[in-house]
């Protein structure tokens, strides 16, 4: 069972940045890849940024790449995404999870079983 907490989120100015956390407790985080998502209002939660359980591997979105960077800190059970040059379509509820089985590296996210509450981000143009 793994608890996540996100954090960070705020009222930003386009071209600004942002970096998210999300605090893990619970067992065997450092074994599960993390993925952060998003929703804005009347649109579906989508796929953000991926990384791999020891952090070798990661996958953004092609809205994203570039500008937002996902990283972790196993040693502290957390994981980060760092938002740069952020735009007003960037606004969203963002999550962080992590998915049902141990070492999984995926973009889906029906495979994420463990949700944080989500942080908003909103960037103003």
């Known amino acids: 069972q793994v608890q996540l907490v996100e954090s960070g989120g705020r009222l930003v100015q386009a071209g600004g940045s942002l970096r998210l956390s999300c605090a893990a407790s619970?067992?065997?985080?450092?074994?599960?890849?993390m993925g952060w998502f998003r929703q804005a209002p009347g649109k579906e939660r989508e796929f953000v940024a991926v990384?791999?359980?020891?952090?070798?591997?990661?996958y953004y979105a092609d809205s994203v790449k570039g500008r937002f960077t996902i990283s972790r800190d196993n040693a502290k059970n957390t994981g980060y995404l760092q938002m740069n040059s952020l735009k007003p379509e960037d606004t969203a509820v963002y999550y962080c999870?992590?998915?049902?089985?141990?070492?999984?590296?995926?973009?889906?996210?029906?495979?994420?079983?463990?949700w944080g509450q989500g942080t908003q981000v909103t960037v103003s143009s």
């Open positions: 999870a992590a998915p049902f089985t141990f070492f999984r590296f995926t973009v889906i996210p029906g495979d994420f079983r463990y």
């Open positions: 619970g067992r065997n985080f450092s074994s599960y890849a």
């Open positions: 990384i791999s359980w020891n952090g070798g591997n990661t």
